[in-house]
């Protein structure tokens, strides 16, 4: 089992090539039960490849990722499934589909994951849009809605099973600042009233500040940094501070040649 209890996920010495190019290189990574967890980085970071192994969509090329105190790295896809069941997963595009209604959507897992008859799961579902502000949007269709009405929807049908984890993929993308500030305050209450572990992927300064406990920089498929909210904000590091304050000039140059480019891959 994982060496820390209190950690509901850790991941021990990552590495992800594709060819010769390392995409993660050595990650190890502590995340704990109970809190939220925000992943911060550059384009090419790797922070979405992360995530992908996290949740099973892609196989390490060595390391451990141990998700309550199980290995998945190598699982076979029927144990990784059982595994899955204990997370939820809230994609960028929010993925709803549009032929169904907004209550069918959140329903689908209820269906495909339990025996439960439609009167319990019609319940279930009223009960999750109650808790992301949308209460009586059961027959509507996702085109009737707005963006950030579709977020809710999709965070709705992550927590559909009562999931000891859910993963965001930036929550905020395409939203206008007001309504991501409201998917924001939507996931710290979910995570504090339901005891929920979330893991948010975010560019975003501001989301990532006014969530996380813990937040995680990675660059060049490292973790760079890891600390609080202020910890982060006032590290000493120059990279940190000019990825935080989303400056031109600094540790990371503006201008490079092609063979700069290259030769950083290649570092990484």
Avoid at 80 to 92: A, D, E, I, P, T
Wanted: hydrophobic share 40%; charged share 25%; proline share 4%.
């Amino acid at each position: 089992m994982s060496l820390n209890p209190e950690n509901i996920v850790e991941i021990k010495g990552l590495v992800k090539r594709f060819d010769d190019r390392a995409v993660l290189d050595g990650i190890d990574l502590e995340i704990p039960a109970g809190k939220t967890t925000v992943i911060m980085g550059g384009s090419g970071c790797g922070k979405s490849t992360l995530l992908r192994h996290i949740i099973g969509l892609l196989k390490p090329t060595e390391g451990e990722i141990w998700i309550d105190g199980e290995n998945v790295a190598g699982m076979k896809e029927k144990d990784m499934n059982r595994v899955r069941r204990k997370f939820g997963m809230l994609f960028q595009g929010s993925a709803l589909f549009n032929s169904m209604t907004v209550g069918d959507n959140v329903a689908l897992p209820l269906r495909e994951h339990t025996d439960l008859p439609n009167e319990i799961i019609r319940i279930i579902v009223k009960v999750k849009l109650e808790l992301v502000g949308l209460t009586g949007f059961e027959s509507f269709m996702p085109y009737q809605i707005s963006g950030g009405m579709k977020k809710r929807v999709a965070l709705a049908r992550a927590i559909a099973l009562d999931p000891k984890m859910v993963f965001y993929d930036e929550p905020g993308a395409g939203l206008d600042p007001i309504t991501a500030s409201m998917i924001d305050q939507l996931i710290h209450d979910l995570s504090r009233k339901l005891k929920i572990t979330s893991v948010v992927v975010t560019h975003e300064m501001k989301s990532a500040f006014r969530i996380a406990d813990k937040v995680v920089i990675l660059h060049k498929g490292k973790v760079l940094e890891v600390g609080t909210a202020h910890e982060i904000q006032n590290s000493k590091n120059p990279y940190v501070q000019q990825f935080i304050k989303g400056e031109p000039e600094g540790a990371i140059p503006f201008y490079q040649t092609s063979d700069a480019y290259l030769k950083g891959l290649l570092e990484t």
